[in-house]
């Protein structure tokens, strides 16, 4: 089975949004979503329902540029793409 775009838009893969409140008068709030299993795929946009219209135009191009390309394009609950929400590092024994 050949997978193609049509076969990764059907896929149920895990998303995410938020909704960012106006840190001031001169700001308004925002929505914020991402596609946990896709790097890179997220959309920003004033209302919810635009933000799934534009997530869905990022999926497609996300599957268009990783199909051109040859890249993997990660199944949905495959987190083995995705970077850690949380790095530690070590400086000199202590741990931050």
């Not at 995705?82 to 790095?87: E, F, I, L, M, W």
């Not at 070590?90 to 741990?95: C, D, L, M, P, Q």
């Amino acid at each position: 089975m050949t997978k193609d775009i049509a076969y990764y838009m059907i896929q149920n893969y895990n998303f995410i949004a938020e909704y960012v409140p106006p840190r001031d008068d001169n700001q308004s709030g925002y929505y914020f979503g991402v596609v946990e299993e896709l790097p890179g795929c997220h959309a920003i946009s004033s209302t919810m329902v635009d933000l799934l219209k534009d997530i869905e135009e990022v999926k497609i191009a996300y599957f268009e540029s990783r199909i051109v390309n040859g890249d993997l394009i990660p199944e949905p609950g495959d987190m083995s793409q995705r970077r850690p929400t949380k790095v530690r590092i070590r400086i000199e024994g202590s741990t931050l």
